[in-house]
């Protein structure tokens, strides 16, 4: 069954500084994983995904991801950070022959000032 | 280019009445899911459906919840004589065909039950 991991419920960073939030996945096949942010009161917003290729995947607002396959990791990374970016943020994997995607518990991005 | 749209933003119910949240997929995408949120908790899956099918229901409780995708129309998440545990956001999701494609978001109805 496919699974994934977000180890750490919240994340402080002050603003300059890179960030990074950490996602390990599980699946049984080849993994599509995605990764979404929720800001309050709003639905998810998709930031970036890796299917294949590259392993460092550039999305929206300046965040890339790196999808390492023997470590079943898929961090999100920023070299700077913001205020903006503060919000909940989301890992998600589908396996190549699912159609469901199971998302992570969330991680809490904060940055401070 | 019209996102996923959600209805109504906020939906109070008493214990026992019905509750129906639809929702409208962006322009051409044939596929829906709903997932359920608790406060400060991530998403949890509830059901995947295609037009008038309903593919994957293993999140849905057995009792009292429903979804259907009727081939015109939104679709519906229909919860009967519901309990105070109720109360979360319900969201919706859409894409298009390909397995590889992003799920896109509506902003979710929040249900709160008095």
């Known amino acids: 069954a496919q699974s994934v991991a977000q180890p750490e419920d919240q994340v402080n960073v002050a603003e300059g500084n890179p960030l990074t939030v950490k996602c390990t996945y599980s699946v049984s096949g080849n993994p599509y994983l995605f990764w979404y942010v929720q800001y309050p009161n709003r639905g998810l917003q998709f930031l970036l995904k890796?299917?294949?290729?590259?392993?460092l995947v550039k999305g929206s607002y300046g965040f890339e991801a790196e999808f390492n396959k023997s470590q079943t990791s898929f961090h999100l990374k920023k070299p700077s950070a913001l205020v903006s970016d503060s919000a909940l943020y989301f890992c998600a994997v589908r396996d190549g022959k699912g159609d469901k995607i199971i998302f992570g518990k969330g991680t809490r991005l904060h940055i401070l000032p | 280019n019209a996102g996923v749209m959600q209805n109504p933003r906020h939906l109070v119910r008493r214990r026992g009445q019905e509750a129906r949240l639809r929702c409208s997929p962006m322009k051409g995408h044939s596929h829906v899911y709903w997932y359920r949120q608790l406060p400060e908790e991530g998403l949890k899956f509830m059901v995947y459906l295609q037009k008038e099918n309903i593919i994957d229901e293993s999140g849905m409780p057995k009792e009292r919840f429903s979804a259907e995708f009727p081939k015109e129309g939104p679709s519906i998440l229909r919860i009967q004589q519901v309990v105070r545990g109720d109360s979360a956001a319900y969201f919706c999701?859409?894409?298009?065909?390909?397995?590889?494609?992003?799920?896109?978001f509506g902003d979710g109805t929040r249900l709160s039950i008095l």
């Open positions: 999701a859409s894409s298009r065909e390909t397995s590889n494609q992003p799920q896109h």
């Open positions: 890796y299917i294949t290729g590259d392993n």
